[in-house]
């Protein structure tokens, strides 16, 4: 049975050492077809086994509806949906420093949709800042080829004007100015450590 998440992309487990999506060898994220998802899933691999970071998925809680037991020591799930509101996708420590980001991409070429977050998403990263968690979005925006990671307090601030009637997105030169740009890379995919670090600097 798949399990999707609510908008409906289908819910897949971290790559692990066991996992049939990890390699020793990393493609190199220029390559088309790898979700933004599944590249932070494998960065994440090999920063954990370079003893770097750990930082994982976050796992949905969901609520079991409907359970088959076609034999004594098999059962499947052949009904299951979200409990409750996921927060974002990512937590971890890095440095004795708490982590926790969320990942989007957009296909819009000149603006990142703040529609892409939820009002609860939003108030969870404020709560970790607030207690001096290091929190951001990587962002990627498909048709430059481009990933950001976009320091958490500027997109407060362009969802604080949104409440308050400013426009509905961050511009895509904002992000250029205000982000950091994770050139792509063999190991890690994504190297998002890199930008952490200018940020604890």
Same mark, same amino acid.
């Given at each position: 049975?798949?399990?999707?998440?609510?908008?409906?992309h289908a819910y897949?487990?971290?790559a692990t050492k066991q996992h049939p999506h990890f390699s020793s060898t990393y493609t190199n994220y220029g390559k088309r077809g790898m979700s933004l998802e599944e590249a932070l899933n494998e960065s994440n691999v090999y920063y954990e086994t370079q003893g770097l970071a750990v930082v994982h998925k976050k796992p949905t809680p969901i609520k079991i509806v409907?359970?088959?037991?076609p034999k004594?020591?098999?059962?499947?799930?052949?009904?299951?949906?979200?409990s409750t509101a996921s927060t974002t996708d990512y937590n971890g420590v890095y440095r004795g420093h708490?982590?926790?980001?969320?990942?989007?991409?957009?296909?819009?070429k000149t603006s990142f949709p703040l529609k892409n977050f939820h009002q609860h998403q939003i108030d969870h990263l404020r709560a970790c800042t607030a207690? *001096? =968690?290091i929190c951001f979005a990587i962002i990627k925006f498909v048709a430059h080829d481009e990933i950001y990671l976009y320091p958490a307090d500027e997109l407060f601030t362009f969802w604080d004007a949104q409440v308050? *009637? =400013?426009r509905k997105s961050i511009p895509y030169q904002e992000i250029v100015d205000h982000g950091y740009l994770?050139?792509?890379q063999i190991q890690p995919l994504v190297p998002y450590l890199t930008a952490v670090d200018q940020l604890l600097a």
């Open positions: 049975m798949t399990i999707r998440y609510p908008n409906g897949r487990a971290p409907k359970v088959d037991y004594r020591s098999a059962a499947v799930i052949k009904e299951a949906y979200f708490y982590l926790d980001f969320d990942a989007k991409e957009t296909r819009n207690q *001096g =968690g308050s *009637g =400013g994770l050139p792509p």
